[in-house]
C-alpha cells in the first residue's frame, strides 16, 4: 500500500528555523497536508499544497514539494516555542474516498 | 475553519463493558465520517470511513464486530467499542468532511480500559 515517512525528532533553539521532511510513494497524488498535534489534542490543518506546485508559503510556513523525488518539506520561520507539537504530514492520494495517509509524526521541540 | 467535537474527552471504562463515543461537526453538514486511532507517539490509524445513512467502511485488520459505527445523521457519528479490552485502550479521533472540502479533525477521545 501507499506509504508515508517522516523523521521522528527535530530539536531547534527558539529563533532559528525548522525543516520537517517527510517522503511519500503514492506517485498519483493530488494534495498533501501538513497537520499539528499538540499534546492531548486532535489534529490542526497547518498547510496544504496541490500536487502541481512546487513551493507554497504562508506567513512564517514554506512548503516545498519534489515530486519527482516525492519529498515534501515544511519550513518554519522563526521558531517559537509555542511551535513545539508533533507536526504530520498526509497524502491524499488520487481517489475520492478522502482517506488520508498519514507519515509517522515529527516532534518539534523548541529550546528556549 | 469547521467545527467538529467529541464527546467524551476521556472515559474509562471496565474490561467487558461497552463505551460510544460521539463526533459531531458543529457548522457544517458531514456527509462523510473517519475514524482513527492513534498509539502513543504514532501515527493515526484509520479505522474506518463512515458515509451518512450508509454503512461504514472498515480499513483491513478491524473488526467491525468489536468497533461499531453509526452515522446516522449528517452532523453525528458514532463509535461504539464493544466488549471493551485492555489493549483497546487508545486515543480515539474523528474527522469530519463535506464534498470538496477538507477534513476537519475533533479534539480526540482518550479512551482507557481497565
Known amino acids: 500500500g501507499e506509504d508515508v515517512e517522516q523523521s521522528l525528532f527535530l530539536s531547534v533553539r527558539e529563533g532559528d528555523s525548522s525543516v520537517i521532511n517527510c517522503t511519500y510513494t503514492?506517485?498519483?497524488?493530488?494534495?498533501l497536508y501538513w497537520y499539528k498535534q499538540e499534546p492531548g489534542a486532535g489534529l490542526q490543518l497547518l498547510t496544504y499544497?496541490?500536487?502541481?506546485?512546487d513551493m507554497k508559503q504562508d506567513q512564517r510556513l514554506t512548503v516545498l514539494l519534489n515530486k519527482k523525488d516525492k519529498h515534501l518539506s515544511l519550513r518554519i520561520a522563526d521558531t517559537q516555542t509555542g511551535d513545539s507539537a508533533i507536526y504530520f504530514c498526509a497524502d491524499h492520494g488520487s481517489g475520492n474516498t478522502g482517506k488520508l495517509i498519514f507519515g509517522q509524526g515529527t516532534t518539534l521541540q523548541v529550546k528556549p | 475553519g469547521a467545527v467538529v467535537s467529541q464527546h467524551p474527552s476521556r472515559v474509562i471504562c471496565k474490561s467487558g463493558t461497552s463505551v460510544k463515543i460521539e463526533c459531531r461537526s458543529l457548522d457544517f453538514q458531514a456527509t462523510t465520517m473517519f475514524w482513527y486511532r492513534q498509539f502513543p507517539k504514532q501515527s493515526l490509524m484509520l479505522m474506518a470511513t463512515s458515509n451518512e445513512g450508509s454503512k461504514a467502511t472498515y480499513e483491513q485488520g478491524v473488526e467491525k464486530d468489536k468497533f461499531l459505527i453509526n452515522h446516522a445523521s449528517l452532523t453525528l457519528s458514532t463509535l461504539t467499542v464493544t466488549s471493551a479490552h485492555p489493549e483497546d485502550s487508545s486515543f480515539y479521533i474523528c474527522s469530519a468532511s463535506a464534498p470538496g472540502s477538507e477534513q476537519y479533525f475533533g479534539p480526540g477521545t482518550r479512551l482507557t480500559v481497565t
Open positions: 499544497i496541490f500536487s502541481n506546485m
Open positions: 503514492d506517485s498519483s497524488s493530488t494534495y
